[in-house]
């Protein structure tokens, strides 16, 4: 992708918010918690059912309507940021930053070239585990605000 001049490699992070039991279980074994995350998205069409029951034992359903409307309240005078439908775009030309966040019902889709402390600010939820499948990454958003 290109962006006023300069290449930006992007990032794709599936973040899921996990149930309270399930994170207290896995919050230790982070790479478990991964594996599980990772076959569910490796399924194949046929098995679409048993993937969504097992990801029904593991995640809290989002509200899209609510959450879309909290980041879009928290960013709205933010100047880089702007949302069409339910993406919300942040472009910072200054630090060379483009991110995007979709929400869906199971998971936030979230496709950036940076990732920092500061996403916490459009992702306001707890118990929050992201997973870059492509590039065999993963942690939970409050461990990154520790950073």
């Known amino acids: 992708m290109l962006l006023s001049n300069?290449?930006?490699n992007m990032r794709t992070f599936y973040i899921f918010r996990i149930n309270r039991e399930m994170s207290l279980l896995m919050r230790e074994s982070p790479?478990?918690?991964f594996k599980s995350l990772e076959g569910i998205y490796l399924?194949?069409?046929a098995s679409v059912g048993y993937g969504k029951d097992l990801l029904d034992q593991l995640i809290?359903?989002?509200d899209k309507l609510k959450y879309n409307r909290l980041i879009y309240d928290k960013n709205k005078d933010n100047d880089f940021y702007m949302k069409i439908g339910d993406n919300h775009k942040i472009v910072n030309k200054y630090r060379k930053e483009e991110t995007n966040i979709a929400v869906k019902n199971s998971f936030i889709l979230l496709k950036t070239n940076i990732i920092n402390k500061n996403i916490r600010r459009f992702?306001?939820?707890n118990?929050?585990?992201a997973c870059d499948f492509e590039n065999k990454d993963y942690?939970?958003?409050?461990?990154?605000v520790r950073l």
């Open 139 to 144: 942690f939970w958003l409050e461990e990154l």
């Open 6 to 8: 300069w290449v930006i």
């Open 127 to 129: 118990e929050l585990f």
């Open 31 to 33: 790479y478990n918690l």
């Open 60 to 62: 809290v359903p989002i």
């Open 43 to 45: 399924l194949d069409k």
């Open 123 to 125: 992702l306001p939820l």
